[in-house]
């Protein structure tokens, strides 16, 4: 290989890596903003829903407790999954810089009092709300909100179709099936 090849393959690769090591950032950044914006807890109650409505439509009297609990173990990585997918429509919809801005507001103690539905904040808490309101990231995510909203409603319905099947199959497959 002469030099000249040497040198482009050498900043060819250097590009890539370097672009590749920023896509895992974007993608890391969202599943962290993800993990701390309620999409968790959201998809937890979904998840024991399924299995409830599993209960109730599919599952034979005398299904153990020992099934729910070996079907429960599974939910972790379910949700996990979920989560990584997800990003995708994040992605599509928000810039990496976004996301950022994003993920710092939803670290904060006043967007997670938020979350949790808590009514008393201290005046710092209050002003972070406020700053957040009147932002233009608050106004990016009202223009948004729709089309991330049917791009979630779209993966979370696949999901929870999926989490059904796997359900009925693992039921039928035990013999615990009305």
Not at 27 to 48: A, K, P, R, V, W
Not at 87 to 98: G, I, L, P, Q, V
Not at 121 to 132: A, G
Request: charged fraction near 30%; proline fraction near 1%; aromatic fraction near 12%.
């Amino acid at each position: 290989m002469n030099k000249i090849s040497a040198f482009f393959l050498t900043i060819f690769l250097g590009l890539y890596f370097s672009v590749a090591a920023q896509v895992d950032v974007y993608q890391d950044d969202i599943i962290s903003l993800l993990n701390c914006n309620g999409t968790i807890q959201e998809y937890d109650f979904e998840f024991e829903k399924t299995m409830v409505s599993l209960r109730v439509r599919v599952a034979a009297k005398d299904t153990p407790n020992s099934f729910w609990e070996k079907f429960r173990e599974g939910k972790k990585e379910s949700i996990e999954e979920l989560i990584s997918i997800l990003a995708f429509a994040y992605r599509k919809n928000y810039t990496h810089s976004e996301i950022k801005e994003l993920l710092r507001y939803y670290e904060t103690t006043a967007a997670q009092k938020l979350l949790e539905n808590e009514k008393e904040f201290s005046p710092e808490e209050l002003k972070i709300i406020e700053d957040y309101n009147a932002s233009e990231i608050a106004e990016t995510v009202a223009t948004k909100k729709e089309v991330l909203a049917k791009d979630v409603k779209d993966i979370s319905y696949d999901w929870s179709k999926e989490l059904f099947t796997k359900g009925i199959g693992a039921l039928a497959k035990a013999g615990y099936t009305k």
